[in-house]
């Protein structure tokens, strides 16, 4: 067998890319719903649309291709900020995220660069 | 602000305002019924002018290049020349019979004009000559040559107190569509289909699961359908012996309340889902009726272990 070096490959192509986005993205999104901490801030919202935006997001997280500006992290989130969003829901998305990804088997120094990439999107998420 | 210009004469929009609420505050009748973008039966053509993609979704690609757009998603930031949408757009139609399915249901039968393409379990839009314009659910295949609706007699309602008469029978009407993404797709077809819905939600998932049996699902199909009581459990019967014919098949009706009856369960349709299958893990869902019950159902799918992108929905929006 061939072991291909990864050292080259962007964080994103070490997770496995889209197909790795839409793996996670049903698991992630289940558990987001079932987290008393933060299901109230998605129960009138259209599941499909948020589905979208769950991609939007891990797609983000994992180094992959978007185009969100600390601009629109803070007008999208507004609406929930003034629902109460905090840090500590902040801490709990950041944790179901971290548990979606070990569930798929994946590294935990890569789970740490994951959760870099959200971590550095707190501020404009909460309006601070 | 922009200006419209209908049959010839020119009507300020007001800021913010669609097409078709300029419209119908200059007393212009235009057909409408959702203002949400979904039945389709506001659709207005641009001769001259720029429409914005949003006003365009879920329209046909050739419909699209001929300017034709949904009045009331469409707030334009230029003005527009319309005009109304041509024969291409609607079929027109003889409604050739109309029965009494329950207490509050008709079936009504229509024969269209020219053939009327749709997959099973999409929608279609009833415009009267008078502009009066309700999208209905289709219950029959594509192979039929009459089509099928199950339309819920509403106290009042303009449409359905007309549908429920008598001499309805032989009027034209125009139809438009088909619209909706409700419907089986072959392939899979050992994969477990859940159908769920209440009332008239009925009407779609019978389409689905004929239009299922017959391209040759062979996974377990089982359809729950909901009434409040069990005088609102239609086509029962029918739906008794096909799950006596085909093993595959099962059939679990469904009220809210209610002495235990028969094979009757008793309990909110979703609950009962749930207690007879707490896993769904690698089925495919369809559910069809009231926005609140699709919107509860559709959850309830996806947590019991349905991957989003194989829950297929139909949320019956009120016209307004």
């Known amino acids: ?128 | 602000m922009p200006s419209v210009t209908w049959a010839g004469r020119s009507h300020q929009l007001a800021a913010g305002e669609t097409v078709l609420d300029g419209l119908l505050r200059n007393g212009i009748e235009i057909a409408h019924a959702c203002k949400a973008g979904s039945c389709g039966s506001c659709m207005l053509r641009a001769v001259a002018g720029e429409i914005a993609a949003r006003a365009q979704v879920g329209l046909k690609d050739s419909w699209k290049t001929r300017g034709y757009f949904l009045s009331c998603m469409c707030v334009p930031e230029a003005s527009l020349e319309l005009a109304e949408v041509g024969a291409e757009a609607r079929i027109p139609a003889q409604i050739t019979a109309v029965d009494h399915l329950s207490d509050d249901v008709l079936r009504i039968r229509l024969l269209p004009e020219r053939a009327f393409e749709f997959r099973a379990g999409q929608y279609l839009t009833l415009i009267r000559d008078s502009g009066l314009a309700r999208s209905y659910s289709l219950a029959s295949l594509p192979n039929e040559r009459e089509l099928e609706l199950h339309v819920r007699l509403i106290p009042h309602g303009r449409m359905s107190t007309w549908l429920n008469q008598p001499e309805t029978i032989g009027s034209n009407v125009q139809l438009q569509g088909p619209s909706g993404e409700c419907f089986y797709v072959p392939g899979r077809e050992e994969q477990p289909l859940l159908l769920a819905g209440a009332g008239t939600g009925l009407a779609p998932l019978w389409g689905i699961v004929h239009d299922a049996l017959q391209q040759g699902h062979t996974g377990p199909i089982h359809l729950f359908h909901g009434a409040l009581r069990p005088g609102g459990l239609y086509l029962r019967e029918q739906l008794e012996a096909l799950a006596a014919s085909r093993s595959h098949f099962s059939y679990t009706p469904t009220v809210l309340n209610g002495p235990e009856e028969g094979r009757i369960s008793v309990g909110a349709i979703d609950s009962i889902i749930g207690t007879t299958y707490p896993k769904l893990v690698g089925w495919r869902g369809f559910v069809c009726g009231d926005p609140t019950l699709v919107r509860s159902l559709k959850r309830k799918l996806f947590l019991a272990g349905i991957a989003m992108g194989d829950i297929y929905s139909d949320a019956f929006l009120p016209s307004v």
């Open chain 1, 1 to 128: 067998m061939h072991i291909m070096s990864t050292s080259n490959a962007t964080l994103f192509e070490q997770l496995g890319g889209q197909a790795a986005v839409e793996a996670a993205v049903d698991n992630f999104y289940r558990k987001v719903l079932v987290d008393e901490r933060v299901a109230h801030f998605f129960d009138d919202v259209d599941m499909d649309r948020q589905r979208g935006k769950q991609k939007a997001f891990l797609t983000m997280a994992f180094g992959g291709p978007h185009n969100y500006s600390g601009k629109d992290m803070r007008t999208g989130h507004a609406r929930l900020v003034a629902m109460g969003l905090n840090d500590s829901h902040f801490d709990a998305i950041v944790e179901l995220l971290g548990g979606t990804l070990k569930e798929m088997g994946v590294a935990d120094e890569l789970i740490g660069q994951v959760a870099a990439i959200a971590e550095s999107t707190r501020a404009d998420v909460l309006g601070k």
